[in-house]
């Protein structure tokens, strides 16, 4: 019998413990997924906690959303090792990546192809076990996505971070053509960000982070300008530089990122939030029809979204992101590397 071995959660706010078990037989429509690679995602870093910040002293607790021991890790690319007999087309040995964010199907959200926002999701290493593991089992061949001739571990990290950005960058809509859009957050989604906001858009894009080792690889990658928000005079530069800038990306998701972001919109600016960081921001209600400002919210993408992404990124028009391969007994290294803010590009198990 083939083993499962994996990196665990197995208490919260607990370093992850190795545990082994047999690998579980695909039934139906399942695939069973022997991984190569899986990225590690800041909200690895929460779920590890326990925890989403939601401002002082307020957290939201996710503790009663999985029963542990627990697999962590959605950034999964593999290949498949075995099938039920209804997983049509699963061909063993094809090499996948594996859209993680999968609904329960039946729901409005789930019924309109947007599983990633499911009330009852299925979500690979959020609420099912993922992929900081040598094998995932993933319910239908739908949810995998070739990826050649991209590398595993970079087509892994388009599952989230990729992924993520892309939506994002998507829901700016006609304002990221009216002059460069803000990134603001250079972490592993902010880079990406970076990358595919070059592969979309006609304007290199201008970013922001605290961090000048990040700034400096944003500039060496391609961005038009970058900026430190926590200069006082930062946001004032830039406006003085653009006028106000039409679309913005927070990936950080803190009360500074978010204020820095706002402050920097022209009128009829927008504002796309991913990041989880936490925290609160306030502003005068009168500011959204007298600035016609917009502020929204998302969450990962869709699997149509996944499918469109890869289909640019195999084509070669976007430029690789930094990627540092560590084996998977170096996960827990590589959560406290995000958690302490040492990781620029992503971080990559190989189990």
């Known amino acids: 019998m083939t083993r499962l071995v994996r990196q665990s959660l197995t208490a919260y706010a607990a370093p992850l413990t190795e545990t082994v078990a047999e690998c579980p037989e695909p039934r139906g429509s399942e695939v069973l997924v022997r991984i190569s690679r899986c990225g590690v995602c800041h909200s690895d870093v929460h779920l590890q906690d326990g925890y989403f910040l939601l401002g002082p002293d307020r957290k939201l607790d996710v503790t009663k959303e999985r029963t542990l021991p627990f697999t962590l890790g959605h950034e999964i690319a593999g290949t498949i090792a075995a099938a039920g007999p209804d997983a049509a087309d699963a061909a063993i040995g094809r090499e996948v990546a594996v859209f993680p964010w999968i609904g329960c199907g039946t729901c409005p959200a789930c019924r ?189 993408g869709t699997l149509a979204e996944a499918r469109e992404m890869m289909a640019l990124a195999r084509g070669g028009h976007v430029p690789p992101v930094p990627i540092v391969e560590r084996p998977l007994a170096a996960a827990q290294a590589s959560l406290d590397g995000l958690r302490n803010g040492r990781v620029v590009g992503r971080v990559v198990l190989t189990p």
Not at 139 to 144: D, N
Not at 191 to 208: D, E, K, N, Q, T
Not at 218 to 240: F, S, T, V
């Open 112 to 300: 309109h192809g947007d599983e990633n926002i499911c009330a009852a999701p299925r979500h690979l290493g959020i609420t099912v076990d993922g992929g900081y593991a040598t094998h995932v089992l993933v319910p239908h061949p739908r949810y995998l996505i070739e990826h050649a001739p991209l590398p595993a571990g970079l087509a892994g990290a388009f599952m989230c971070s990729g992924l993520t950005a892309y939506s994002a960058l998507r829901r700016l809509g006609e304002r990221a053509e009216r002059g460069p859009v803000l990134l603001v957050g250079l972490g592993g989604v902010g880079m990406m960000g970076l990358a595919l906001a070059r592969a979309l858009f006609s304007h290199a894009p201008i970013v922001a982070d605290i961090d000048p080792a990040k700034r400096e690889a944003a500039l060496a990658a391609g961005a038009a300008a970058a900026y430190d928000p926590a200069d006082k005079e930062a946001r004032r530069a830039l406006l003085k530089a653009t006028g106000g800038v039409y679309a913005a990306c927070d990936f950080v998701g803190s009360d500074s990122s978010l204020a820095f972001a706002a402050g920097a919109l022209a009128k009829g600016g927008k504002v796309v939030v991913t990041g989880l960081i936490g925290g609160t921001y306030t502003t005068a209600i009168a500011m959204f029809p007298l600035k016609a400002i917009a502020i929204e919210g998302t969450m990962t």
